[in-house]
């Protein structure tokens, strides 16, 4: 094809997957006991010391690609006379978007006969991967890039997100529950149920009292809103941030519950951006259904 699928390295697949699917990205940044890294998927500073890290008190901070960065990198593809199509991180989670368009209206000016789509993916983690990984089934199809923009403008509220934390340090941190909150929920085993709503924001759903019972919750989501409802055969990926196990399990119910998708849901790791954020303990469940209207 004559263009490049692009994306930020917090859509949290792996590099094998993204060169083996062709698609391109970006690094976000972090900065771990004041030192800085590339979120580059786990390669500079692997998830599980990351996590580790974290875990025995690692102060992590964040930062999105600048707009002069975005400027290098779409170059390389415009100069090699290639058309780009970037999606950018949710824009309710991170300023990203603003920092590709400034990048993108100042390259067309410089290669007015090139075309730059940047794209809000209203996406995050793994399923800003799923997204992705749809777009690139549709360009291996033969879709063009004017029809492929306009498909994930209309069909990217599809992608359903639904985390999961067992661990309230990080975001009483983050200020999304208060410390007081916090204390109590910890005491009580509370484990917020979260999902990223129509504006691609990450949002407090329901609160549910041990493991087991917020797992039947996340994956009664998925029955309630998976496309085909119990006939679901799309792509199916659980993210978690070093808890495998509790990944494992939401994994297994899911098979249990929807056969299409036996030996199929992929379980990949929360990226150092996104992680930052979360902490250890969270997983995160994405699949197609429902358009988000909240």
Same mark, same amino acid.
């Given at each position: 094809?004559?263009?490049?699928?692009?994306?930020?390295?917090?859509?949290?697949?792996?590099?094998?997957? @993204?060169?083996?699917?062709?698609?391109?990205?970006?690094?976000?940044?972090?900065?771990?006991?004041?030192?800085?890294?590339?979120?580059?998927?786990?390669?500079?500073?692997? @998830?599980?010391?990351?996590?580790?890290?974290?875990?025995?008190?690692?102060?992590?901070?964040?930062?999105?690609?600048?707009?002069?960065?975005?400027?290098?990198?779409?170059?390389?593809? %415009?100069?090699?006379?290639?058309?780009? *199509?970037?999606?950018?991180?949710?824009?309710?989670?991170?300023?990203?978007?603003?920092?590709?368009?400034?990048?993108?209206?100042?390259? *067309?000016?410089?290669?007015?006969?090139?075309? %730059?789509?940047?794209?809000?993916?209203?996406?995050?983690?793994?399923?800003?991967?799923?997204?992705?990984?749809?777009?690139?089934?549709?360009?291996?199809?033969?879709?063009?890039?004017?029809?492929?923009?306009?498909?994930?403008?209309?069909?990217?509220?599809?992608?359903?997100?639904? @985390?999961?934390?067992?661990?309230?340090?990080?975001?009483?941190?983050?200020?999304?529950?208060? $410390?007081?909150?916090?204390?109590?929920?910890?005491? %009580?085993?509370?484990?917020?149920?979260?999902?990223?709503?129509?504006?691609?924001?990450?949002?407090?759903?329901?609160?549910?009292?041990? %493991?087991?019972?917020?797992?039947?919750?996340?994956?009664?989501?998925?029955?309630?809103?998976?496309?085909?409802?119990?006939?679901?055969?799309?792509?199916?990926?659980?993210?978690?941030?070093?808890?495998?196990? $509790?990944?494992?399990?939401?994994?297994?119910?899911?098979?249990?519950?929807?056969?299409?998708?036996?030996?199929?849901?992929?379980?990949?790791?929360?990226?150092?951006?996104?992680?930052?954020?979360?902490?250890?303990?969270?997983?995160?469940?994405?699949?197609?259904?429902?358009?988000?209207?909240?």
């Amino acid at each position: 094809m004559n263009y490049v699928l692009s994306c930020c390295s917090t859509a949290d697949l792996t590099a094998e997957h @993204f060169k083996e699917r062709d698609i391109n990205y970006i690094c976000f940044h972090f900065t771990i006991d004041g030192k800085d890294y590339p979120d580059d998927l786990g390669v500079s500073y692997p @998830f599980e010391k990351f996590y580790a890290d974290m875990a025995k008190g690692a102060m992590t901070k964040t930062s999105q690609v600048s707009v002069g960065e975005y400027i290098a990198y779409f170059e390389e593809f %415009l100069k090699d006379g290639k058309d780009v *199509l970037h999606l950018t991180l949710s824009s309710g989670i991170s300023g990203t978007l603003n920092s590709a368009t400034i990048a993108r209206d100042q390259l *067309l000016e410089k290669y007015p006969d090139r075309k %730059l789509y940047v794209v809000d993916s209203l996406a995050a983690s793994a399923g800003y991967g799923l997204l992705m990984n749809k777009l690139a089934d549709l360009r291996d199809e033969g879709m063009g890039i004017d029809d492929l923009y306009a498909w994930v403008i209309e069909h990217r509220l599809e992608c359903q997100h639904w @985390f999961f934390v067992t661990d309230l340090t990080y975001l009483i941190r983050g200020g999304r529950v208060s $410390k007081a909150a916090g204390i109590i929920g910890g005491a %009580l085993n509370i484990c917020p149920l979260l999902n990223v709503d129509y504006q691609g924001r990450l949002i407090n759903r329901a609160k549910h009292r041990g %493991l087991n019972a917020v797992i039947k919750a996340q994956v009664a989501k998925m029955e309630e809103l998976a496309a085909g409802g119990l006939d679901y055969d799309g792509d199916c990926y659980i993210s978690n941030s070093d808890c495998y196990d $509790k990944a494992k399990a939401v994994a297994d119910l899911i098979e249990s519950k929807f056969p299409k998708l036996k030996g199929r849901v992929k379980i990949v790791s929360i990226g150092t951006t996104i992680g930052s954020h979360t902490g250890p303990g969270t997983v995160a469940l994405f699949f197609w259904g429902s358009k988000r209207i909240d």
